[in-house]
């Protein structure tokens, strides 16, 4: 059986992966750890068979997990098809990477998000009976000791996505919400978001499936219509020659993809 292209996402990730048929579930999963940084024993994965649909099935479940029988069932038998989806969720609430999903990936930047706490970050950080201080009790979140090497890799992809990124190239997204195209329209950093501490991109999409107008806090940061646009960080976005989706395409494609 040839290799089969297949779209691997996580909350973090998305990319295009070369999955063999051949290979044991145990194994592909240790490379799904490796492409989302999600462990095998914590793994969901839902799959999506149509690109142009958000239905999806689970495939395989972290409730059931058996190492042994993984090892010994090859994926040809979870039926994947040619150019179809996987969707890596994490059941560890704990994880580094559950951790840094917690930090936005993609913000709708409606009005406000100034920082009027009613609390002093010093005196909060003092207390005892804190969320914060039992994550630190418990090194979890960004106390973590693979946060850091977690939030490195995050960068790297960023930074490596940048390098190739124009405004006005078409592009594509793909997560949980499905794939969604556009264009886009801004590159650079925002200070209402993160105080300007990273760089984001902002898309237009085709659809109306965007978080915004590309307005943040009441100034315009670039052109879009309502509903359309939204900031999201530059390892989401896949830029190349991705035209507008046929609302229409199904059943014919599919059928397309079982005969190559």
């Not at 999506?48 to 239905?55: A, F, K, L, V």
Request: hydrophobic residues 30%.
């Amino acid at each position: 059986m040839s290799d089969l292209n297949i779209f691997v996402t996580s909350n973090l990730t998305s990319s295009e992966r070369r999955i063999s048929p051949q290979w044991n579930l145990h194994y592909m999963k240790q490379k799904l750890e490796l492409i989302t940084g999600i462990q095998p024993q914590n793994q969901v994965l839902q799959y999506y068979p149509n690109q142009h649909s958000n239905e999806y099935t689970i495939i395989l479940d972290s409730s059931n997990y058996d190492e042994a029988s993984d090892s010994q069932t090859l994926v040809s038998s979870l039926g994947l098809k040619l150019y179809s989806r996987i969707h890596v969720l994490d059941t560890d609430p704990d994880s580094a990477v559950n951790a840094l999903d917690g930090n936005a990936d993609e913000t709708d930047a409606t009005a406000g998000g100034g920082s009027g706490l009613g609390i002093l970050e010093e005196e909060y950080a003092k207390r005892s009976d804190t969320v914060l201080q039992w994550k630190q009790t418990n090194q979890l979140g960004r106390f973590n000791p693979e946060y850091t090497t977690m939030q490195a890799k995050v960068e790297s992809e960023n930074a490596a996505r940048l390098l190739g990124m124009r405004v006005g190239q078409r592009c594509r997204i793909i997560n949980i919400a499905g794939e969604r195209r556009g264009v886009v329209k801004y590159i650079g950093r925002i200070e209402s978001l993160d105080a300007g501490k990273d760089t984001w991109v902002g898309v237009e999409f085709d659809e109306p499936v965007g978080k915004n107008d590309g307005f943040i806090d009441g100034v315009k940061v670039f052109e879009c219509r309502r509903g359309h646009g939204s900031f999201v960080r530059p390892k989401q976005v896949e830029v190349g020659d991705f035209p507008e989706l046929d609302p229409f395409a199904g059943d014919d494609d599919e059928d397309m993809d079982e005969e190559l």
